[in-house]
């Protein structure tokens, strides 16, 4: 039954995405090694059959008729794909009639507020945000990168939150304060920053041709976590490089992956340092849909095998999702070849 009021309705998404989320054994496994919820991974996993197209001035569809599907657009960004195929997961997990789904479904984001407001489309975006971003996972991103309250209403570290939850910059910050981790007169202050600023200012000096990918920002914090990424997307190393000690990190591996380097600089030691380190700051573009391990070390140069400091960091640039099977299925497929 579809619930008939506003409140219910967003009960009733926020609790099937939670029981979605223990039922497939999301938290544990995000919450152990980083990254995002993966919505394609978890409509694989429930076998339900799933369509990538260009679509006509829709974003997503489910059908259920003669059996239940899933469409989703193939023309727009991988954060917008994410949350059209979780909002259509909310329209199966629910048990909802069949719905053409365009614009609207990132409209009305539960924050937003709606006049008149369908029920099933609002347990299914209440399902969508849940399923993306449940409050705990903002929690697990702050711990492990040892971000307090008050940073989540910084633009900069927020962006790097959207990247981490793949969800789109607007989105994060409505969420943010759906789960009252700010206000709404924060969302409207963090709302003003576009992230084409925040993505200038990260690569500076740097100039890419266009600013459509995103810029992600890497410390070492990120180690043993995985990126979910797309095709334009650039990364901003920032690393302590305990050169005092004659320690330097190897950056030989991005460059033996394909990965540009754009830039490559020291900077000011970082104000939390203690003695006379330096702050390494490498620029990288990678090559074309990269999927891989990226591993760079600390190490003295005279002793390669004690390292001193290592970022492992599995990523997947395969990103927006294309025609034919989603990039979960290329993975299940890879892993059991
Ligand atoms: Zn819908």
Redesign the pocket.
């Known amino acids: 039954m579809v619930a008939t009021t506003y409140a219910g309705a967003v009960r009733a998404g926020t609790q099937a995405a939670a029981r979605l989320h223990r039922d497939l054994g999301i938290r544990s496994r995000v919450e152990a090694h980083g990254g995002n919820v993966d919505v394609f991974g978890s409509i694989g996993a429930l076998d339900l059959p799933l369509l990538l197209r260009p679509l006509q001035g829709l974003l ?1 569809a ?1 059908l259920n008729d003669p059996a239940p599907g899933i469409l989703v657009t193939t023309q727009r960004a991988m954060s917008i794909q994410r949350f059209t195929a979780a ?2 997961l ?2 199966f997990s629910l048990g ?1 009639e069949p ?3 365009d614009e609207g ?1 990132l409209r009305r984001m539960p924050m937003a507020g709606e006049r008149a407001p369908k029920f ?2 609002v347990e ?2 209440a399902f969508a945000v849940e399923f993306m971003m449940p409050r705990w996972l903002f929690f697990a991103h702050a711990s492990r990168q040892g971000w307090t309250a008050r940073d989540f209403v910084r633009p900069d570290r927020v962006y790097q939150l959207s990247l981490r939850l793949g969800a789109s910059y607007a989105a994060t910050c409505y969420t943010l304060a759906r789960h009252r981790l700010i206000t709404s007169g924060h969302v409207d202050a963090l709302l003003e920053t576009k992230p084409r600023e925040l993505k200038a200012e990260l690569l500076d000096p740097y100039r890419p041709d266009d600013y459509r990918g995103d810029v992600w920002l890497l410390t070492e914090r990120d180690a043993g976590t995985r990126i979910d990424g797309s095709r334009n997307d650039i990364f901003v190393l920032r690393l302590k490089e305990h050169s005092g000690g004659g320690y330097l990190w190897d950056i030989d591996q991005l460059k033996d992956s394909g990965f540009a380097i754009v830039g490559d600089e020291l900077s000011e030691p970082p104000e939390d340092s203690v003695g006379d380190n330096v702050l390494r700051r490498v620029t990288a573009a990678p090559p074309d849909d990269f999927r891989g391990l990226i591993e760079l070390a600390e190490f003295r140069p005279w002793d390669p095998d004690a390292l001193l400091t290592k970022l492992d960091v599995e990523m997947d640039l395969t990103g927006p999702e294309e025609e034919g099977l989603s990039r979960a299925e290329r993975r299940s497929l890879l892993e059991a070849a």
Do not use: C, F, M
């Open positions: 997503g489910y909002h259509e909310g329209h909802h719905s053409l789904d479904i099933q489309e299914a975006d």
